[in-house]
């Protein structure tokens, strides 16, 4: 049975022709009441990396949450959102990115995603700790943005599942294991796996290339891309960006451990890669370790306490008193 990955050309997030744009991207997969039933909590995970750079598209744009949110109310779900940045709080990275107003508009809840140890059937990963809010949502649908990746070439929909790992867990991760480049792309797909979302839809109207996932530059796609396979849509995107699969370490562990379908079982009932390839992708200069040394966890750990703590917290009382 094939699984069908939806692509189209999507060029504005103009919120009218946003949603047009969506709505024509879901509907070959059943629309959006295909995913999500009356009553359903249903979180949506964006990229929200970091408030540092909120006009260099490191981030899921706030109009694509702000279209899948109304979405989803539409069907009858009870959309909130979720994600546990590197550095700050979600609500801190969101304010700075523009997506406060919109959630505002929408009565749309930001939560911290909290940690709960989750067993999983690879014993190589049974200690792996998990988003409880995600865990324990009726309906995920993941919101990755297209972005090289300085330590995983390309990051998309596996690793944007990344950040259901609390805090500063994900830096422990690296520490633990980074060494190993197929174990930690193994740590990545069985945390996708674990939280399988019922859809992903990848935010490809402008990328990030170069030296991302947040020092490179704003590149213009036009692309969408959808599929209930977060697996799936991940290896078609690769093919649309002209990334050989086997250099992405998420793409490459899918395919050896069997979740992600072979080529020939992806069906594209809307637009092929081939219609949206993109000739001249730029990947980071150079790939960096993805081992997190003992310093560098420590002196992460202080900078996201000292941002959560101190900094945003002191940004607010300053609007307050203003």
Known sequence: MSVPVSLIRSQSYDIPALRQSIEALLDPLGGMAQFVKPGDRVLLKPNLLTGARPTQECTTRPEVVYVVAQMVQAAGGKPFLGDSPAFGTAHGVAKANGLLPLAQELNLPIV???GHRYATDNPAFDHLRLSKEAMEADVV???????????LTVT???????GCVPGKMKAWWHMEAGKDVERFGTMLVETARLINPALTI??????????????GEPRELGVLAASANVFAVDRAMVEVLGVDPQTVPTVAQSLRLGY????EDLSFPALAPADLKVEDWRLPDQLLPIDFGMPRVVRSTFKHLYIRYIKEPMAAYAKRSA
């Open 156 to 162: 998309l929909g596996a690793k944007n599942l990344f």
């Open 141 to 151: 649908i993941n919101l990755p943005k297209v972005k090289s990746h300085a330590q």
């Open 260 to 263: 992600c379908p072979a080529w």
């Open 202 to 215: 990848v935010d490809g109207i402008i990328g990030h290339e170069g030296n991302g996932p947040s020092g």
């Open 112 to 114: 911290e995603l909290h």
